[in-house]
């Protein structure tokens, strides 16, 4: 019968954030996941300098066989209205990555013991820590699995359909030299459009020679069709070559503030978006997925084995420090009538102020929040 005392489900960013955090604690630490690395994994794929420096990559030296897109601006407009262009001079203000690449090399610096195409199947309580599928004795179990994560459905999430849930359609994938050489979209100002009902919003992001398009909505009805819809205009305003391919893959994940999650239980502890922590405005998952496991690590430490929800609550008090109160109920702007936001929403982003300011800088790249490191 083997052993460790953590165990990780999920070995995303999340999780193989927190096997890296835990390295030098002393710990063993196992990273199970149902896919083998690299895999696939639909994402739009962009990371800020802060993401970066507290996961202390190397920049040249990631760079010099995988995708990095240096992104200094954005294009914003409203569906289908004129867009709105700003630009950064200096360092860039973000990095696009591929997600198959960037999620492998975090695995494979984690330095955990890795068991990939392996399916979570049975969790058994055994005194205070756990059985996993009949093989492996565990002292602390982790969910790192995502929205769908089998270790958040253990403590009764996301099995009654009851979550206020974001839905997405995107698809990544290498342009042909004929479309690359149709494409309009310049691989370091992806471009943004928002829904006239500021419910969400698609995107169209290159990166060398991959492009990712994507969309995605609070209200997920007829999704579908709010994708094609999407992509047909891309191809008619010109953007996008018209042979682009339709099939879009789909994942869903909760905003913080909407979401119910309990994080800390005796011997479980929820981490990235197995918790529900994307950002509420931009939806991004992978900063707040980083820095719970960052925020996890020494709770996990300090509780020197005995995982009793009592010595993991200081976790759940951190998220709450590092991105506010949950709030269940709808904001202001989400209880205004629809046709105040129309009307609103047109003369704000049309205000290259409150674009750049608001929009990109507080809501997308988060440069008021203070840096956490590891």
């Excluded at 190397?58 to 010099?64: C, P, V």
């Excluded at 068991?115 to 996993?132: A, D, I, Y």
Aim: charged letters at 20%.
């Amino acid at each position: 019968m083997r052993e460790c005392d953590v165990l990780i489900v999920g070995a995303g960013p999340a999780g193989s954030t927190l096997a890296w955090s835990l390295r030098q604690s002393g710990l063993s630490v196992a990273i199970l996941d149902k896919k083998s690395f690299p895999r696939d994994k639909v994402c739009a794929g962009w990371v800020t300098p802060e993401v970066i420096r507290a996961l202390r990559i190397d920049l040249q030296a990631y760079g010099k066989e995988r995708t990095l897109q240096p992104i200094t601006g954005f294009r914003i407009s409203l569906m289908g209205r004129e867009q709105l262009e700003t630009h950064y001079a200096g360092e860039p203000v973000s990095y696009g990555i591929r997600r198959v690449e960037f999620d492998h090399y975090l695995l494979q610096r984690c330095g955990a013991r890795l068991l990939l195409g392996r399916e979570l199947k049975s969790l058994q309580r055994e005194g205070r820590g756990w059985l996993v599928n009949g093989e492996l004795r565990a002292g602390l179990v982790v969910g790192a699995g995502g929205h769908f994560c089998p270790v958040a459905r253990l403590l009764g999430h996301g099995s009654t359909g009851g979550e206020q849930i974001v839905a997405a359609q995107e698809i990544e994938f290498q342009m042909t030299p004929g479309q690359r050489a149709a494409c309009r979209v310049q691989p370091e100002i992806p471009e943004l459009f928002f829904t006239p009902e500021l419910n969400g919003y698609g995107w169209v992001f290159r990166k060398g020679d991959h492009l990712n398009i994507g969309l995605g909505r609070e209200d997920n009805v007829k999704l579908s069709a709010h994708v094609q819809a999407f992509r047909d205009y891309l191809i008619e305003s010109g953007r996008l070559p018209p042979d682009i391919p339709s099939k879009f893959k789909g994942h869903a994940y909760l905003l913080y503030h909407h979401a119910l999650r309990t994080v800390v239980h005796d011997g479980v502890l929820l981490i990235g978006d197995s918790a529900g922590l994307a950002y509420a405005e931009s939806g991004e998952g992978i900063r707040p997925a980083v820095e719970s496991a960052l925020l996890a690590a020494p709770i996990i430490a300090a509780a020197q084995g005995d995982y009793r929800r009592n010595n993991l609550n200081r976790y759940a008090e951190l998220l709450v420090q590092r991105f506010g109160k949950r709030q269940p109920q709808q904001g202001l702007v989400e209880r205004l009538p629809m046709g105040l936001k129309r009307w609103l929403a047109g003369p704000l982003f049309q205000m290259p102020w409150f674009v750049r300011k608001i929009l990109i800088e507080r809501w997308f790249l988060h440069r008021n929040d203070p840096p956490l490191s590891a």
